[in-house]
């Protein structure tokens, strides 16, 4: 049985707004504001890598929990804009951080990846394979997006999230689902051309294309029953459920998902309006907030389910 035992996250201090864009694209605050609900979002320094993120978000886990990582068996980091494939981030993040005996990969999972590295860090955790587990979901988006493309490029943001997941008498991980359309892999995906995209060398990423009104109609048309797949799963009813914390794409659709499925807008945690689509790290930042105004408290049942490229999903009930 395990449980996620420290929290931490982590944002760049560069703010960039709405009216940044005005002056690169055909664009402004108001369309932006009112299809995507984005205000602001951040972006790393130029030499600053997810797994320099990734370090961060740790250091607060640490200040947050009190917890020692020295002893972190397995490190997953869960990202679509690695420092570079090879070494994978998880290794840098170990060697950053000075963890000497962890076994490290990289998962490539786009926006789901967060919630994939907690199924992973659970089954390892329960089969007895490792005892710590590290699950971290970091992006440096800003390296590979395309800013000539207006479609896109307003929506993404950097940031950075991790948990620990331990042992414990009780289970608190309550159910699971995850599944992929390969077929609409098209929709969202990542070109292989090594550019140079707003001053920065992307390689080896490429950079994002995606067909958002596609992504969309997909994400508000098959999350929910996914949703209550899980809750059904767990063996509970959606009013058993305190908060429900879907990858925090864009508000429209947080709000589509809210509403199909006829639970509160107060009780969808969301990080977009603030920090930008942060692909994995948006889970993670839209539930650090709910922590630091006292909202998300032990013992709540939080449900998070991320959703992107592939197009893939996963999702997990949790009890806090
Ligand atoms: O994180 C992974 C998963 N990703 C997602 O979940 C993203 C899902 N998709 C979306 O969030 C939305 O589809 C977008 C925000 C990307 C686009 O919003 P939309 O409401 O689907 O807009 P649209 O693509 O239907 O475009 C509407 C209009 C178009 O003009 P016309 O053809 O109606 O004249 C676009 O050319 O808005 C235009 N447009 C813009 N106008 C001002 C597109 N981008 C912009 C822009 N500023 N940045």
């Not at 560069?14 to 299809?35: A, G, P, S």
């Not at 991980?173 to 992307?202: A, K, P, Q, V």
């Not at 058993?240 to 429209?252: E, G, M, Y």
Request: hydrophobic share 40%.
């Amino acid at each position: 049985m395990s449980k996620i035992t420290g929290f931490g996250t982590y944002a760049p201090e560069k703010i960039v707004d709405n009216q940044y864009f005005e002056e690169l694209i055909d664009t402004n605050d108001e369309w932006i504001v009112t299809r995507t609900g984005i205000k602001t979002r951040r972006m790393a320094a130029a030499d600053q890598l997810t797994s320099d993120m990734s370090v961060k978000a740790v250091e607060e886990l640490v200040s947050r929990s009190g917890k020692d990582i020295k002893d972190v068996d397995f490190i997953v980091v869960c990202t679509t804009s690695p420092d570079q494939t090879m070494p994978n981030t998880a290794s840098r993040v170990q060697d950053k951080m000075g963890i000497e005996n962890a076994g490290c990969i990289d998962i490539y999972a786009a926006c789901a990846g967060f919630v994939y590295g907690l199924q992973i860090a659970h089954g390892y955790v329960n089969s007895g394979i490792y005892k710590k587990v590290l699950v971290i979901g970091a992006e440096a988006l800003s390296r590979i997006t395309d800013y000539a493309d207006r479609t896109s490029c307003i929506l993404f943001g950097d940031g950075a999230g991790a948990a620990i997941v331990e042992p414990s008498e009780e289970e608190h991980f309550l159910s699971f689902n995850s599944g992929t359309d390969g077929d609409l892999g098209h929709d969202l995906y990542l070109t292989r051309e090594n550019t140079i995209i707003n001053g920065l060398d992307s390689r080896p990423n490429g950079k994002i294309i995606q067909n958002g009104k596609a992504v969309f109609k997909w994400a508000v048309r098959s999350i929910p029953i996914k949703v209550r797949e899980l809750v059904a799963k767990a063996g509970l009813e959606l009013e058993d459920i305190d908060f429900i914390v879907p990858h925090s794409a864009n508000l429209r659709i947080l709000e589509s998902i809210s509403k199909d499925l006829n639970y509160p807008m107060s009780k969808v945690p969301e990080s977009v309006s603030d920090f930008g689509n942060t692909s994995s790290a948006s889970i993670p930042l839209a539930i650090s907030k709910e922590i630091r105004n006292g909202n998300i408290k032990s013992g709540m049942t939080v449900l998070m389910i991320g959703f992107g490229g592939g197009l893939t999903f996963a999702g997990t009930i949790v009890k806090w």
